[in-house]
């Protein structure tokens, strides 16, 4: 069974800490996503990778920044966490561009 | 911006009942996928109609596509109270090479 699993379910930080969070798949799949999910306003793309070490931003990359050493692992860093940056954090993967993706659970952050 | 946008918001509707909804787009796109969220998980992938096709069918569920106006729909056919989730169009712009627009979904109760 294919697998995207992501380091944290909940997580609780304060204003100004480093957050890192984890994605891992198991399918062996070049593309890796990190949306982001608020109430309304649907999922939006914040960054993505379509091979290791290669990243190209999303519709909001403002305030984050990520890393991908191995092609199974795809991080998502918010450098100085923010309160507007409180949401839910889903990772996805895919096997080529414009096949569907792959989610993982979900990490709800939020920041106070 | 958002490329997808669904159309109702929320949906009400009893078990048997069929369930309609509407994606609509601005771009072009190399396809257009439905994507099912249960409450506070990440999606599952549901279908995946290219542009060049018109319907496609999964087991209940029926897809349609109208690239003149730029819209699709979902059909789910004999509801059941396990349909209750959110349900999401993401479209592959063809002018974004390997991103997906997610709208802000649909959000389906189906009541015994």
């Known amino acids: 069974d294919v697998k995207v699993t992501q380091s944290s379910r909940y997580l609780v930080k304060r204003t100004g800490e480093k957050v890192f969070l984890e994605c891992v798949q198991d399918m062996d799949h070049e593309n890796m996503f990190w949306y982001r999910q608020d109430p309304g306003l649907g999922l939006r793309l914040i960054y993505f990778?379509?091979?290791?070490?290669?990243?190209e931003k999303g519709d909001i990359p403002e305030g984050y920044s990520v890393s991908r050493e191995k092609k199974e692992r795809f991080s998502l860093i918010l450098e100085s966490a923010s309160t507007n940056q409180t949401s839910m954090y889903l990772c996805?993967?895919?096997?080529?561009?414009?096949?569907?993706?792959?989610f993982g659970p979900g990490t709800r952050l939020t920041v106070l | 911006s958002q490329q997808g946008e669904e159309d109702p918001q929320a949906l009400s509707i009893q078990e048997g009942e069929n369930a309609t909804m509407n994606c609509s787009y601005k771009?072009?796109?190399?396809?257009l996928q439905w994507y099912r969220q249960n409450s506070g998980r990440g999606l599952v992938h549901l279908i995946l109609i290219r542009s060049n096709e018109r319907e496609k069918h999964s087991g209940r569920l029926r897809v349609t596509l109208d690239t003149s106006k730029k819209s699709s729909s979902l059909l789910i056919t004999a509801s059941r109270a396990a349909d209750t989730a959110s349900y999401f169009c993401a479209t592959g712009s063809t002018d974004s090479w390997g991103k997906f627009q997610f709208g802000a979904g649909t959000q389906v109760v189906v009541t015994p």
């Open positions: 990778s379509y091979d290791v070490k290669m990243k």
């Open positions: 771009t072009s796109i190399n396809n």
């Open positions: 996805a993967s895919s096997s080529r561009p414009y096949n569907e993706q792959f």
